[in-house]
């Protein structure tokens, strides 16, 4: 690609278009050369080396969750106006993209490993099960009461924390949060009140930014979705649309396309029918939806666009 | 100005293509020396002053922003417009450092999430918006404008986009200050036009921190003397007699003053200043006027506002405004 393409792409898509293939592919291109120049560890890579298909799966996943789902092409559009600007925050993305994924793969056994700590004899607790309350044994002995704000004001009061280690000579990562981290925070947290072992994973994953990303499998998420679809997907993406279309029954078309501005007795009025029938009708819309994978947001889009034009 | 992309330092020619970047870079010299050529350079390509068409910024309207320091646009949001500056508040696209001086606006504002450092608002001149790229809708700009009123009245925001920060360890604290500090270029061409009234000290205070010396302005090759320039820069001489358009903005350039409508407000108030024309109005003649005291001299006012008019004329076509 170049500046002179770049420019034309740029405004092209802020105001409106899809992303043209020639920027995916040079998007695509910043990623493999990231990791054929060793920019990028092995173990950012998902199978712990760089083969040819963990490559394409990282660019991949990273233009769903990235560029698409999150909107993050148009963020990095808007704020660069040239081509080598774009590549470098290109690079970014996809670097922070590898770490968000360490660090959700690597906090897969948080609770366990929080609760094997509280039980290891620095603590004292009161109650049973997930009620358990855990205090300090010379801390305070009032539970904790502050709402989730409050919780992570804590969290983020404790101070910096390392996050991912990489073990060089076990080659290995380490758990998010290694052992003494881990103490450090659980410690932190409790002196400001007694506290569930949930309570303390909830401030742990609020503070690390830990929340699993909502797959885009829900009609009012794929309803707001707004971004465009990859282009070398096209042809399936296609065949879906026509198929989605073919399933729906006229109402259930009409119900698709009424936005969320439009109150469903209001709806139900225009369409001749009861609330009820609008409910049902969305249930049915979003088995079809899912049933054919038309509930991705690119599709769905070209779904409803189709739907829109006809309806001119 | 940031290092390039890793991959342009991959590129063939990267070596000559980022020598003046590489010169002051060890990082960047080592990636280089490292990495095999693969790749098409690109240009490197400064921050435009693109002309804007189309209505300029309102209070609501989200905008990129450049300054000559940077090669990344800025977005924010307008919050006040006025001829010659904006009031924007910044809008980022990571939210991670959000704290109860933030808000956050979600993604189905902008099409992906932002923090809008409050704390962060501040001018720019009017030259530096590059282009529209949405606009707020009135509750978000309402929010926004609520937010700005109640952290600088010292009250809390009534919706913070983040958890209050209570204790010095927190590493949010460092994170705003980082953030501050990449924010300054984009503002630094407003805040340097704001340290005088008038051009000429305004001139003498850049020259001041960039230690320039006047052969470095090549004012000799305008046909401007030293001295004049020295009373110019001292806000004793009007510059509408004393230094042709041609020459001030080629010294302007020089030191890295931002073609504005600023500067012609300062150029006026320059003029208006020190103006000695011909149309002077003799002091009224006293009764008792003690021999030997000439009358003093009190320029015309209308013939100082047409000549400072005259003058930012001159100097808006030599700026291309």
């Not at chain 1, 925050?89 to 690597?106: A, C, F, N, P, Y």
């Not at chain 1, 885009?216 to 990859?230: I, K, S, V």
């Not at chain 1, 439009?262 to 969305?282: D, F, K, M, W, Y």
């Not at chain 2, 992906?112 to 030259?127: K, M, R, S």
Request: charge should be negative; hydrophobic fraction near 45%; include cysteine.
């Amino acid at each position: 690609m170049t500046e002179v393409e770049y420019v034309a792409a740029r405004a092209a898509i802020l105001a409106g278009d899809e992303p043209p293939a020639s920027l995916l592919e040079d998007c695509r291109r910043r990623v493999v050369l990231l990791i054929r120049h060793a920019a990028l560890p092995a173990h950012y890579s998902p199978y712990g080396v760089w083969s040819e298909e963990a490559t394409e799966e990282v660019y991949a996943d990273w233009v769903a969750v990235r560029l698409v789902e999150r909107g993050q092409l148009r963020a990095m559009l808007q704020r660069a106006p040239a081509l080598r600007v774009f590549r470098r925050m290109v690079e970014t993305s996809v670097r922070q993209h590898l770490i968000d994924g360490l660090k959700r793969s690597q906090a897969t056994n948080l609770y366990e490993r929080v609760v094997e700590l509280l039980e290891g004899g620095q603590f004292t607790s009161s109650g049973t099960g997930p009620g358990r309350l855990w205090r300090l044994v010379h801390g305070s002995a009032e539970p904790f009461g502050g709402d989730d704000r409050r919780l992570l004001a804590i969290a983020w009061s404790l101070g910096e924390f390392r996050v991912i280690r990489y073990d060089l000579t076990a080659r290995k990562l380490s758990p998010l949060l290694g052992s003494e981290e881990l103490l450090r925070f659980v410690v932190g947290m409790l002196e400001a009140g007694g506290m569930t072992a949930a309570t303390i994973v909830h401030a742990l994953r609020l503070r690390f930014g830990l929340e699993e990303d909502q797959p885009l499998g829900e009609l009012e998420e794929a309803l707001h979705a707004t971004n465009a679809p990859d282009p070398q997907e096209a042809p399936v993406i296609a065949e879906l649309v026509t198929a989605t279309l073919a399933e729906l029954t006229e109402r259930q078309a009409k119900v698709l396309m009424a936005t969320d501005d439009v109150p469903v007795r209001e709806l139900a009025i225009q369409l001749g029918c009861s609330t009820g029938t609008i409910s049902h009708e969305r249930g049915r819309i979003a088995d079809i939806l899912g049933r054919l994978g038309a509930d991705a947001p690119g599709v769905l889009n070209q779904v409803l666009e189709t739907l829109f034009q006809q309806n001119v | 100005m940031s290092c390039p992309s890793f991959t342009e330092l991959c590129t063939s020619n990267a070596a000559t293509a980022l020598r003046d970047h590489l010169a002051g870079c060890p990082r960047c010299r080592a990636i280089v020396a490292r990495v095999e050529a693969s790749e098409t350079p690109t240009d490197l390509v400064a921050a435009p002053a693109s002309h804007v068409v189309g209505p300029p910024p309102q209070p609501g309207g989200v905008w990129t922003f450049w300054t000559p320091t940077s090669d990344e646009y800025l977005v924010g949001a307008v919050i006040e417009a006025a001829s010659t500056e904006l009031l924007i508040i910044p809008l980022l696209s990571d939210t991670t450092w959000a704290t109860d001086d933030d808000v956050v606006l979600s993604a189905d504002v902008l099409g992906y999430p932002t923090l809008a450092p409050i704390w962060g608002a501040d001018h720019v001149l009017i030259e530096q918006a590059a282009e529209p790229v949405d606009a707020l809708s009135e509750e978000n700009l309402a929010l926004l404008y609520a937010a700005y009123d109640a952290f600088f009245s010292g009250e809390d925001l009534p919706y913070p986009g983040g958890s209050p920060v209570i204790g010095e360890r927190d590493p949010r604290i460092a994170a705003h200050a980082a953030l501050a500090e990449g924010l300054r270029p984009v503002f630094a061409p407003w805040v340097e036009l704001q340290v005088a009234e008038e051009l000429g000290p305004v001139v003498a205070q850049k020259r001041s921190d960039r230690d320039l010396d006047l052969e470095e302005l090549e004012i000799e090759d305008a046909g401007i003397e030293t001295s004049t320039w020295m009373a110019f820069e001292a806000g004793e001489i009007d510059p509408y007699v004393a230094i042709p358009a041609n020459g001030m903005v080629r010294a302007l350039g020089k030191l890295g003053v931002l073609a504005s409508r600023r500067v012609l407000d300062l150029a006026r108030a320059s003029v208006r200043a020190n103006y000695r024309g011909d149309d002077i109005t003799a002091a009224p003649a006293m009764a008792r006027r003690r021999h030997g005291v000439a009358p003093t001299a009190r320029p015309d006012p209308e013939a100082a506002a047409k000549a400072a008019e005259k003058y930012a004329d001159a100097l808006a076509k030599e700026m291309g405004l």
